[in-house]
Structure formats: C-alpha cells, structure tokens
C-alpha cells in the first residue's frame, strides 16, 4: 500500500529570522507535521538562490568587494551591496535575539530591510545576522563574520544555534516572526507579562514592546521605548514613551548609521514579513502538494501530471492566504495620522513602479491605513515573481476575481469599487507576465 505522509523532524537544524525584537534562530522542528528535510525541499542540502547567495558568488568571483570600517565593520557595504537604504534602519533592546549579550536599551540592535533581504547588526558584535527570501527553499538564513582579518566569511545557518525552537507560528515552515513584549531595563523580556504577535492586522496599542520607536503617533498609545520598572507589566501608558522624535537620552545614538527607529519603516517591515512568509509557506507547500501528486500518479500508475483534487485544493487554499494579505485583508485601522521622522517614507516612495497615472503602490495613506492603494508592493518583487507557476496562476486568479467584484467574500476585504478599480489598473501597467484574462 502506498503511502506518503509529512513526518516531524526529530533532529535540531536551525534557522534565522526575526523573531521578538529582532533575527534570532528557529530550528526546523516543525509544529504541523512538515518535513522540510525531505523531499522535495531537502532545506539542509539545497542550494539557496537569493540575494545573500547571489552577493557571495559575486564576493568569490571577485567582482564584489566588501569595505571594513573600525566603527560598523561590514555594515554600510553590505548595505550598499544588497542596495538596502540607511532609513530603513529600525531599533530594538529585547533581548531575544543571536547575539543577546550585545543587546540592551543602552545598546540596541538594528535591522535594515530591503523588499527580500534583512540584515541585523549588533554594536561589537561577533557577526552581522542575513535573511532573504528564497527560490528554492523559502527563506534563507545567514551570518557574515564582523572582522578585518582575511576576507568576509558569509556563511549559510542551519545547523548549531543560540537558541532553536519549532515555529508554529509559521506553520512548521521557516520564516519570520515579529513579536511585541514588555522588557526590563537590562532587556530581559518579561515573559509572565504576555507577549504579542505582531502583524498589519495588530492594533497599534500592541506593537513595538522591545523597540525603539520615532514619529507621531498623535493620542494613540503604543509599546515602544517603553522600559518596565521592577520587571513588572505597567499599569498604564507613560506618554513620555509616544511621540518620540529624539532618543539621544535614551542611548548613544551617534553609534548608528541614523538617529532613527522611524515608525513608518516599523509599519512597513511588519507587513513586509508577513508577505514574505506567505509567499514562502505558499510555494514550499505548492511543491509538496506537487510532489506528492506525483508519487501517488507514480504509485497508482496514473499520467504523471495527472491532477489530484486534493493537491490542486491545497494550492488554492495556499494562494487564497497569500492574497487575502496581499490585499490587507483585516488591517488594523488607524485613528488619527502617523508619521515617521526620517526621510524612510519619501525614499520607499521614490522605488515604486507607476502605472500611466504616475500610481503606485508605494504611495503612503498613513491618515487611516499603512498605504493608500492597499496591495502589497511585494507583488513586484522577485520573490512573488519565483513562485511556483501553479500557485501564481491561483494568485493572479484569485486577485482578478476580487478586484473585479467577482468574489463571494468581497464584503469581508473592505475594498470600495474605486478602490479595487485603482489596484487593478495599476498591476496591469506594473506587473509583468499577467495572464492574458486580464
């Protein structure tokens, strides 16, 4: 009799990512029965394509070369390299990250993001912490040694780490996780206090516990730059903590490539995470329910491609929950205008593709939700474009069917026609390769 079941892994294979106030490491123990050590994703011996891999070719070709400086090590060329902007610089002091000992509210940590790269750096630390969004395995996790001696070293993490645990958060598969939590002054979280996963769907009054926050928030209360007294949960807001636009005495910001932990740049690394764990969870199931399809073909001597229902239903469902967040499906509203202090926004801005209107989706609302146009920017990038050509079709379908007001659950999206009439026209003038039906 034939059978093919996704077996829980029992050994400790680690993965990075960012996890409570920052990058720190997941073990591929999974919480919902996926294998990712089998086949057809073998996580542990597949060869990663992503940005962080591209950069190390080009380091061992030559072609690339990394600057060290005294203060920052690697950090402003890796940047550079990867063409992620200083702005986009985020700070966080729980301790809940690879490199604990470095991180405090003294000593934040900072991450930087491009659409498919994150980099953590850490004042004196060992090395700097890599993620990125991956073709062939989801996402990708790496450290690049912080030394002058020889030439930098990034190396792929999935084995030994800090701190190892199964995600189930993401499902059983490897990915990103932003977590919100009461810290102490050392930046112990205190963890009998609650914690909050952090997503667009969160009320503001539960994000940011553990970092650093500058902007305008106006009356409404969040959890950054919040250190807990006596290692107790606060009673209430202090307002001292909301507004914030200068942390000079709070810590050395001089120590950073800006002063900022721009609140703008938080909004969008939360959705940015969540895209990218969808589009992640999404393509290594597509290619489980494929391989699966074809083993069972195999086994009952059946057409190779011969369509299984229940794999064409798991891609379906795969690609419904990349698009609902796509499209900031239960996004939670703000009440009154936000607005970040640096030069984040403008500079996000400024990369969007424009449709024939001068439209993108890039363009900030900020007044009552995160963008103005609410379709994930994602949707150009080489992530999305690497999907599985299954799953994209069931993506492209699925968005056609709500943005033309053909979907049974259209009510639920909370997309006005206008609205929808706008997000259609500018994926067309935008996206490439849409089916012709659109």
Same mark, same amino acid.
């Given at each position: 009799?034939?059978?093919?079941?996704?077996?829980?892994?029992?050994?400790?294979?680690?993965?990075?990512?960012?996890?409570?106030?920052?990058?720190?490491?997941?073990?591929?123990?999974?919480?919902?029965?996926?294998?990712?050590?089998?086949?057809?994703?073998?996580?542990?011996?597949?060869? *990663? #394509?992503?940005?962080?891999?591209?950069?190390?070719? =080009?380091?061992?070709?030559?072609?690339?070369?990394?600057?060290?400086?005294?203060?920052?090590?690697?950090?402003?060329?890796?940047?550079?390299?990867?063409?992620?902007?200083?702005?986009? $610089?985020?700070?966080?002091?729980?301790?809940? @990250?690879? $490199? %604990?000992?470095?991180?405090?509210? $003294?000593?934040? !940590?900072?991450?930087?993001?491009?659409?498919?790269?994150?980099?953590?750096?850490?004042?004196?630390?060992?090395?700097?912490?890599?993620?990125?969004?991956?073709?062939?395995? /989801?996402?990708?996790?790496?450290?690049? +040694?912080?030394?002058?001696?020889?030439?930098?070293?990034?190396?792929?993490?999935?084995?030994?780490?800090?701190?190892?645990?199964?995600?189930?958060?993401?499902?059983?598969?490897?990915?990103?996780?932003?977590?919100?939590?009461?810290?102490?002054?050392?930046?112990?979280?205190?963890?009998?206090?609650?914690?909050?996963?952090?997503?667009?769907?969160? *009320?503001?009054?539960?994000?940011?516990?553990?970092?650093?926050?500058?902007?305008?928030?106006?009356?409404? =209360?969040?959890?950054?730059?919040?250190?807990?007294?006596?290692?107790?949960?606060?009673?209430?807001?202090?307002?001292? +903590?909301?507004?914030?636009?200068?942390?000079?005495?709070?810590?050395?910001?001089?120590?950073?490539?800006? *002063?900022?932990?721009?609140?703008?740049?938080?909004?969008?690394?939360?959705?940015?995470?969540?895209?990218?764990?969808?589009?992640? !969870?999404?393509?290594?199931?597509?290619?489980?329910?494929?391989?699966?399809?074809?083993?069972?073909?195999? =086994?009952?001597?059946?057409?190779?491609?011969?369509?299984?229902? @229940?794999?064409?239903?798991?891609?379906?469902? =795969?690609?419904?929950?990349?698009?609902?967040?796509?499209?900031?499906?239960?996004?939670?509203?703000?009440?009154?205008?936000?607005?970040?202090?640096?030069?984040?926004?403008?500079?996000?801005?400024?990369?969007?593709?424009?449709?024939?209107?001068?439209?993108?989706?890039?363009?900030?609302?900020? #007044?009552?939700?995160?963008?103005?146009?609410?379709?994930?920017?994602?949707?150009? @990038? !080489?992530?999305?474009?690497?999907?599985?050509?299954?799953?994209?079709?069931?993506?492209?379908?699925?968005?056609?069917?709500?943005?033309? /007001?053909?979907?049974?659950?259209?009510?639920?999206?909370?997309?006005?026609?206008?609205?929808?009439?706008?997000? %259609?026209?500018?994926?067309?003038?935008? $996206?490439?390769?849409?089916?012709? +039906?659109?």
């Amino acid at each position: 009799m034939f059978t093919l079941l996704m077996s829980v892994i029992r050994g400790t294979r680690s993965l990075l990512t960012i996890a409570g106030s920052g990058l720190i490491l997941l073990s591929s123990n999974t919480a919902n029965g996926q294998d990712i050590e089998r086949a057809p994703i073998q996580y542990s011996v597949s060869t *990663p #394509k992503n940005e962080i891999s591209r950069l190390n070719d =080009a380091l061992g070709r030559g072609e690339i070369k990394l600057q060290y400086e005294p203060e920052h090590g690697y950090l402003r060329s890796v940047l550079k390299a990867l063409q992620i902007p200083e702005s986009t $610089q985020v700070l966080v002091f729980s301790r809940t @990250s690879l $490199q %604990r000992d470095r991180i405090a509210p $003294q000593t934040p !940590r900072a991450i930087y993001f491009g659409d498919e790269v994150l980099v953590g750096y850490c004042q004196d630390g060992r090395v700097m912490e890599l993620s990125a969004a991956d073709e062939v395995v /989801g996402t990708a996790f790496y450290t690049l +040694d912080q030394s002058s001696e020889g030439p930098p070293r990034i190396t792929r993490q999935t084995e030994a780490c800090l701190l190892c645990h199964g995600s189930s958060a993401n499902l059983g598969f490897p990915g990103h996780l932003v977590r919100s939590l009461f810290v102490d002054g050392r930046g112990e979280p205190i963890f009998s206090a609650g914690s909050y996963r952090t997503d667009q769907t969160s *009320p503001l009054e539960e994000r940011w516990g553990g970092w650093y926050v500058t902007g305008k928030s106006g009356k409404q =209360a969040h959890m950054g730059n919040r250190v807990c007294a006596n290692g107790r949960r606060p009673t209430k807001v202090d307002r001292n +903590d909301l507004n914030v636009l200068d942390l000079s005495d709070r810590f050395d910001v001089r120590r950073y490539l800006t *002063p900022h932990s721009d609140l703008v740049a938080l909004m969008v690394l939360e959705h940015e995470t969540g895209m990218l764990n969808r589009i992640a !969870r999404a393509s290594l199931e597509t290619r489980m329910a494929l391989y699966e399809e074809r083993e069972l073909n195999k =086994a009952l001597g059946v057409s190779r491609d011969e369509p299984s229902p @229940s794999s064409r239903s798991r891609i379906r469902h =795969a690609a419904g929950s990349v698009v609902e967040y796509m499209l900031f499906r239960e996004e939670a509203k703000l009440t009154e205008p936000v607005r970040g202090s640096s030069r984040f926004a403008a500079e996000f801005t400024a990369r969007g593709k424009k449709d024939s209107r001068g439209r993108s989706l890039r363009e900030f609302d900020l #007044k009552t939700r995160l963008f103005r146009y609410p379709c994930s920017y994602l949707i150009n @990038s !080489r992530a999305f474009a690497a999907m599985p050509a299954e799953l994209r079709s069931q993506v492209f379908q699925r968005l056609r069917e709500i943005l033309n /007001g053909n979907d049974s659950e259209l009510r639920d999206m909370g997309l006005p026609a206008e609205t929808r009439a706008a997000i %259609r026209e500018i994926v067309r003038d935008t $996206q490439t390769g849409l089916p012709s +039906d659109w």
